[in-house]
């Protein structure tokens, strides 16, 4: 029997990642009075609880121990405790814009953050457009951040409880209905948000000496402050998941509502939002339904645990279906629950880009025990300085502990370049810091998630094989949106394109013949992946010297750049560096991927950087001290 008191942490990822009975938590039926059942023509009402940025390892009942959350372990023991709930994105907007639509973000073009890229609105509607349509009143009391143009975030919602306030209308958006109408309420819950993370302080009642630290955190005790800090929001957090399913006791409806309470994502230490390892994207999902509507039941009766893998995706299309909607071909997504639930799927696919200011590109598949990750941008280390997460404590002290050259190769890695694959054992290894890509015995199952992957891809037309920058150019020039773009094959050739990532990311120097052929392709993406295969290959990229020099002088930004960074790791410093300089100082389009790569290039780029800083540029960014300015204070200058 699982003690959640006195789980050892491997127990505890077991029984998440392999969905072990739950008996701690069974729930005692006895004494309960009977609800009658629903009328023919009734549905059910639905509360959706979310917080934000809490993974699994922060939940008392999936086994965490740094934060006690009563409320939520006591809607596992009247509910149902899924234990393979996965968000695709790992940070807000893309999961958000993923939820409203009931289409992966790669899929629309939505996945850069703050992108707003627009969509077709009308082929493509919004899951509470549906609910709706359905005879539904819904409401939205809490956060949107959709990331979509062309439409207001609020316009899909009810006129009530589109923002917050407590009472009629507003927080609790079901006292705005109409007498006997079924209901659909969103409450997001802020207070465990990564913001609340940031400064020093606040961990009051949580000791710091008592926090568990995932593996590749170094243990230094600023980290534990920041870890005790952010165990109190959580535990905030938990306290209202309480005061919200107390105020629809006190409106008599408890027992009518199906709860779903999830997280938006993994987090919030770095690491772990905006990133696709387990941390980021293995999320607490537990989902009460009344006795009323049992024949919805996931297991056989409340207190189990549910091993089914669910995808955020995936929660539209089943809210849809649970209302008596009819979900749209438009929806990517699996219904899970209720009288239309579907097979369940073999995989979970994540993803991530551009997240603020810092470029990156990861594809990741997993099942319930493995995951397969592809860098698209290994040249770019995961712990890339980005404003916002710098604001917690823990990461510039982990960052200084790195410089000072005292981390080792599990804790220092997130700030280094990345190799091109990872294979992770996330039962053994739920920390994803033993990389297993290649491991002989793993052979035939890496190959799986390979295959599984491009497919998955290719069936979505995923938009991430283009670079942002480019993509969007080459949108606007042919009057399209991303999404109509990327289905046409003459504009967006995405098999082409996966094969040449492939070979570019294959770092063999077999391919360096082709990949000189490629630089003169009149396809800038081509250009692209193949600037990118000769920088991967390093020194051995030397012979292609001529191809490199000539393409510091494409018309496309991401590829001069690229190329002008290939001279320098050639050996070629003066004339690559030269092209940065003329680049960085005259104004070039790409100036935020150009910002990007010379942090990305090291101590080489540090004289430039520095000219540019003396002359009182780039300090401030939208989200604080920019790239250049953290070099400035990291580099004293």
């Known amino acids: 029997m699982l003690n959640k008191q006195t789980l050892r942490r491997r127990d505890f990822i077991k029984s998440v990642a392999i969905g072990l009975p739950a008996a701690a938590v069974a729930l005692n039926l006895s004494g309960r009075s009977a609800c009658a059942a629903p009328g023919k023509n009734e549905r059910p009402n639905i509360l959706w609880i979310t917080s934000e940025d809490n993974g699994v390892s922060w939940v008392s009942c999936y086994g965490g121990t740094n934060a006690k959350t009563p409320a939520i372990d006591q809607l596992a023991k009247e509910g149902f405790r899924y234990t393979q709930c996965f968000d695709n994105a790992a940070v807000c907007a893309p ?96 207070d465990s948000h990564e913001s609340r993370a940031h400064g020093k302080g606040g961990g009051a009642g949580k000791d710091p000496a008592k926090m568990k630290l995932f593996s590749y955190h170094p243990d230094l005790p600023v980290i534990r402050e920041n870890y005790a800090k952010y165990a109190a929001a959580v535990e905030r957090m938990d306290a209202k998941v309480k005061s ?12 009518d509502t199906i709860i779903v309470y999830n997280s938006d994502h993994g987090g919030v230490m770095a690491r772990s939002k905006r990133f696709v390892y387990s941390s980021g994207i ?53 219904v899970f629950l209720g009288k239309g639930i579907e097979p369940e799927p073999k995989y979970h696919l994540g993803f991530r880009e551009r997240a603020d200011e810092r470029y990156d590109c990861v594809r990741m598949i997993r099942d319930k025990q493995y995951s397969y990750h592809k860098n698209y941008m290994p040249y770019a280390p995961a712990g890339q300085y980005l404003a916002y997460l710098w604001k917690a404590p823990a990461t510039p002290a982990w960052e200084k502990h790195h410089r000072d050259g005292k981390t080792n190769e599990v804790t220092g890695r997130f700030f280094r370049p990345r190799v ?6 996330t039962v053994d290894d739920f920390d994803n810091v033993k990389n297993l890509i290649n491991e002989p015995k793993h052979k035939e199952k890496i190959a799986e998630l390979k295959a599984a992957l491009r497919a998955k891809q290719i069936e979505l037309f995923d938009s991430g094989l283009i670079p942002e920058t480019m993509r969007v150019r080459r949108a606007k020039a042919n009057n399209v949106t991303i999404y109509e773009m990327i289905r046409d094959k003459e504009l967006y050739p995405l098999e082409t394109y996966l094969d040449a990532a492939d070979m570019a990311l294959d770092r063999d120097k077999k391919n360096l013949a082709t990949f000189v052929r490629g630089l003169a392709s009149q396809d800038e993406c081509i250009r692209h992946w193949s600037i990118v295969g000769l920088h991967l290959l390093d020194k051995d990229a030397a012979d292609a010297e001529a191809a490199i020099a000539k393409a510091m002088s494409d018309p496309a930004d991401e590829v001069n750049i690229m190329a002008a960074w290939t001279m320098v790791k050639i050996g070629k410093q003066k004339e690559g560096l030269a092209c940065l300089h003329k680049m960085l100082f005259g104004g070039a389009k790409g100036n935020d991927l150009l910002h990007n790569a010379l942090d990305w290039m ?17 300090k401030r960014g939208k989200y604080g001290t920019s790239i250049f300015g953290h070099i400035a204070q990291i580099n004293g200058f």
């Open 95 to 190: 999961t958000r814009s993923t939820w409203i639509t009931g289409m992966y973000a790669i899929s629309n073009g939505t996945q850069p953050m703050r992108s707003r890229n627009a969509i077709p609105h009308d082929k493509i509607k919004y899951y509470p457009d549906l609910l709706k349509a359905a005879g539904y009143h819904a409401t939205n009391g809490g956060k949107t951040d959709y990331n979509i143009g062309g439409r207001s975030d609020g316009d899909c919602w009810g006129s009530a409880g589109k923002k917050g306030k407590k009472g009629k209308g507003g927080r609790y958006g079901w006292q705005s209905r109409k007498k006997g109408q079924p209901f659909f309420t969103i409450i997001n819950i802020g």
């Open 420 to 425: 091109s694959e990872e294979f992770y054992d």
């Open 602 to 618: 090291g101590d080489v780029a540090l004289p430039m950087i520095k000219e540019y800083h003396k002359a009182g540029k780039g």
């Open 282 to 334: 293995h999320c607490p999902l537990v989902i009460r339904i009344p006795e009323k509507w049992k024949q919805f039941y996931p297991a056989a009766k409340p207190g189990m645990t549910v091993d089914r893998i669910v995808s955020f995706v995936d929660m539209p299309k089943t809210w849809v279906s649970l209302a008596g909607g009819e979900p749209p071909d438009t929806m990517q997504g699996t």
């Open 244 to 255: 919200s399913i107390d105020a629809l006791k006190a409106d008599g409806l408890y027992d």
